[in-house]
């Protein structure tokens, strides 16, 4: 097993993202928005090939990898009526990319969910399987997360979209659930239970995004919080994994010091240190849950 994260939440500028991975003695990143120096912020399929071959400097020269490209393809921005065009260029892009810097994961979802009954499934697996294809092809892994999406509306839709896409993986993130309404169950809509959906597609899951928090529905928002301090069963689902034997990643995504998807969200002062002290509470976590294991025979 092996921890890694969304570094753009601590910053945008490559260098900052390396600094913060290397505090932490990791020497991975799952890389989304970036800022090479000298060139604009970009998503990392989408930045120019000057950029690109310098974040490949910068990177070698840190001792950091890559482990896992966290695209925008197929996800909540890209609506299932609408051309198709957009995500395919993603997949293009980031196929020679990955395959330089030796990522073999990419983050994908299955398109936003519609305001209506119908979410016009039959489109959304065809496409999503021609996604799934592309990057087998390459020798690549397109693994789908639970999130503003047609998979992320509950456990039945995940697992309907893994019957109809063969092959396909998830990466589960155990906040995502907390936030979103169940559509598993009638009207109105609660909010999701993070240990149900999880034990209902864990057979599936090859890579997980660690998100805490809960749901404040007086304001209506998501608030975040630490690993273990919110709702999203954190130390159950890892202790559930390691018990299983999961030799994957372990990917934060804090939403404590930036938001990536909340445009009116900048970084905060102290996002790095809060990035860097997320990354310390979930090493300690999954210290403490071995050795609860190894003292029960687990």
């Excluded at 039945?156 to 396909?168: D, R």
């Excluded at 999203?232 to 990536?260: N, Q, T």
């Excluded at 999954?286 to 294991?293: G, I, K, S, W």
Aim: glycine share 10%; aromatic share 10%; with cysteine.
């Amino acid at each position: 097993m092996y921890f890694t994260g969304f570094a753009d939440e601590a910053s945008v500028a490559l260098d900052e993202q390396i600094k913060v991975t290397k505090e932490l003695g990791w020497q991975n990143i799952e890389s989304r928005k970036v800022q090479v120096e000298g060139f604009p912020a970009g998503l990392i399929h989408d930045i120019s090939d000057e950029a690109f071959e310098r974040l490949v400097e910068k990177l070698e020269a840190g001792g950091v990898r890559i482990n896992c490209f966290g695209s925008t393809i197929a996800n909540w921005g890209k609506k299932i009526d609408e051309p198709f065009d957009s995500s395919l260029a993603e997949v293009r892009r980031s196929i020679p990319r990955m395959q330089r810097l030796g990522s073999k994961l990419v983050r994908i979802m299955s398109f936003a969910v519609r305001d209506q009954e119908d979410q016009m499934e039959q489109e959304r697996f065809r496409r999503v399987k021609i996604i799934q294809r592309m990057f087998a092809d390459a020798g690549l892994a397109a693994v789908h997360e639970n999130c503003m999406n047609y998979g992320g509306m509950g456990w039945t839709f995940t697992l309907k979209l893994l019957e109809n896409v063969p092959g396909l993986k998830l990466v589960f993130d155990t906040g995502n659930p907390v936030f979103t309404d169940d559509r598993t169950k009638p009207k109105p809509y609660g909010k999701q239970s993070a240990w149900e959906f999880y034990s209902h597609v864990r057979e599936h899951v090859v890579y997980v995004h660690i998100k805490d928090g809960h749901w404040d529905a007086k304001n209506n928002k998501a608030v975040c919080t630490y690993p273990g301090e919110g709702q999203g069963d954190v130390r159950r689902i890892v202790k559930d994994l390691l018990a299983r034997g999961y030799e994957g990643g372990i990917s934060i995504e804090p939403h404590m010091g930036a938001v990536f998807h909340d445009a009116s969200s900048g970084h905060s002062q102290n996002a790095g240190q809060i990035y860097v002290e997320y990354g310390r509470r979930m090493m300690k976590m999954v210290e403490d849950v071995r050795a609860e294991l190894k003292a029960s025979g687990g």
